[in-house]
């Protein structure tokens, strides 16, 4: 009789051993698809944050090592279109309009801080 409840007891240990490790190795899998998941999403980021900052790195370049700087507003002049060649000024207006509103923020995104 003793002899049954020790060989019941060590098969008891046996299968919760075997649930224990079965479990730990669920927890395991599911840490490692975890941290793959979270390095994806670093490398997403990473790349993401390096599109933002190389404006500004570019920027930086250019006054640093290039010894640039900013043209003024004022400075900045369309030449005439073919409205006095006798062409049509409304298809040539809105153009050069749209392009110097571009030289307008690219030249204020140069002026921000690094």
Do not use: C, N
């Amino acid at each position: 009789m003793v002899a049954i409840l020790l060989l019941a007891l060590a098969a008891g240990f046996m299968v919760w051993q075997r649930v224990q490790a079965t479990r730990l190795g669920y927890a395991v899998e599911t840490a490692r698809s975890r941290v793959r998941s979270l390095q994806g999403q670093l490398m997403s980021q990473g790349m993401e944050w390096e599109k933002a900052v190389a404006p500004a790195q570019i920027a930086h370049h250019a006054r640093t090592r290039l010894q640039m700087q900013p043209a003024a507003p004022d400075v900045i002049r369309i030449p005439e279109s073919a409205a006095s060649a006798g062409g049509s000024p409304s298809g040539a207006w809105p153009l050069s309009r749209e392009l110097l509103s571009a030289v307008r923020q690219g030249i204020s995104a140069l002026r921000r801080p690094i």
